[in-house]
């Protein structure tokens, strides 16, 4: 058994951002300036995008395109069980209302049939989540957004590299949201981008995330003089940092070697728990490219003779972290609470969310960590 506790989702922090992080320190401009302008350059130039607005959160992000779609309070936002509570939550602090569909067992993701049955007079915009970093059925629901007049936002917190017949996550839909959290695949500590092919999305996303002020306020304490800035609307204070844009400028310079590398992990333990008694992550589809963010296996009980929560124990016990995504939202109490949902009501979703487990999928995983993972899953589930 390995003596160190394996942390599930570390990042792989190298040395040019350090010292972009000492540098910015050392010119004591910290908050918004021309690093987050520049991470937000390298993004939209890696995601084919015209524009890309930093945040300090992809909460934040999903909460702004919530607001900058202009939809009217209680207006329903059809999104998927299996996702993270910030994506609920934004619905709601936008004054909006959530509704679920149920997921596709195979892919995890929204399926839309349960999509198409969901709608309302009230249906104004769809928010699918790509789900591990596999792509949702895109065609399908911007199909969908097309016959009902809906808005699209993609949560692409597992997604930036998710590619779809051609094109890239974040880039389909209306907005994209991208997440540079800790566990990401790139991270920037706490950050978000909204990715838009809109330009006025873009300014309304850029204005309303630094408190309504006119565009640009944050170049107003530069050296090339003093200007006004004049608020134009009742915004938040959702900006991201130079120090944040610091790790992240260089973070997606390796987005690629990052996910070559978790590709070659995810295929080592896809040959290592071929003889389990579990499911593995569905084979990738043609035509589709999968980010690889979480790799999540299923444990059922009576085929496993273990329940999920007690493999969770057992790795841990053998000083393996582990994620569970997720557990649903119904599920959690306040939503039952709020909105009446049934967990029952989405059997898949419910299927997945009591099996599933995910294992270290991390670019900073040595080959060692990675053996270690195999052993301690291999030595908990019985054969
Ligand atoms: C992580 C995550 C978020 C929130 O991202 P933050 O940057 O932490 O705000 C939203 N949606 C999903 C699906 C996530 O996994």
Redesign the pocket.
């Known amino acids: 058994m390995r003596d160190s506790y394996l942390v599930f989702g570390q990042p792989l922090i190298e040395r040019p951002e350090i010292d972009e992080v000492v540098a910015s320190m050392q010119s004591a401009w910290l908050g918004t300036g021309p690093k987050a302008a520049e991470f937000e350059r390298r993004v939209a130039a890696y995601k084919g995008v015209p524009h890309a607005v930093g945040l300090n959160?992809?909460?934040?992000?999903?909460h702004l395109a919530c607001v900058v779609l202009g939809l009217e309070p209680g207006d329903e936002v059809i999104t998927t069980p299996m996702?993270?509570c910030?994506?609920i939550n934004a619905i709601v602090h936008a004054g909006l209302t959530p509704v679920l569909a149920d997921v596709d067992p195979r892919t995890m993701n929204l399926d839309p049939a349960a999509v198409r049955q969901a709608i309302t007079p009230r249906t104004r915009a769809i928010l699918p989540?790509h789900?591990a970093g596999r792509p949702c059925a895109m065609d399908e629901l911007m199909a969908i957004a097309e016959q009902h007049d809906l808005k699209v936002i993609e949560?692409c917190?597992?997604a930036i590299e998710t590619e779809y017949r051609g094109r890239k996550a974040g880039t389909i839909g209306d907005l994209g949201v991208l997440?540079?959290?800790s566990?990401?695949n790139i991270v920037t500590g706490?950050?978000?981008m909204v990715l838009t092919r809109d330009p006025d999305l873009a300014r309304r996303t850029k204005t309303m995330g630094l408190h309504g002020m006119s565009h640009d306020a944050w170049k107003r304490f530069r050296d090339d003089g003093y200007r006004h800035y004049d608020v134009e609307e009742i915004g938040f204070k959702y900006n991201m940092m130079d120090l944040q844009a610091a790790i992240g400028m260089h973070q997606i310079e390796r987005v690629e070697r990052y996910w070559q590398r978790r590709l070659e992990i995810w295929t080592r333990y896809n040959e290592a728990f071929e003889s389990l008694p579990i499911t593995r992550p569905a084979p990738f589809a043609e035509g589709e490219r999968h980010a690889l963010h979480l790799y999540t296996i299923l444990v059922d009980e009576q085929a496993a003779g273990i329940s999920r929560d007690q493999v969770l124990v057992g790795l841990h016990r053998r000083n393996i972290g582990t994620g569970v995504?997720y557990r649903t939202i119904p599920d959690m109490t306040v939503y039952r609470q709020r909105f009446g949902w049934d967990p029952a009501a989405y059997p898949n979703a419910k299927h997945i969310g009591d099996r599933t487990l995910s294992l270290p999928l991390s670019a900073k995983l040595t080959d060692q960590d990675v053996e270690d993972v195999i052993q301690a899953v291999q030595a908990v589930i019985p054969r």
């Open positions: 959160s992809c909460t934040a992000g999903l996702t993270f910030a994506t989540v789900f949560d917190a597992h997440s540079f959290y566990t990401k706490e950050g978000g995504h």
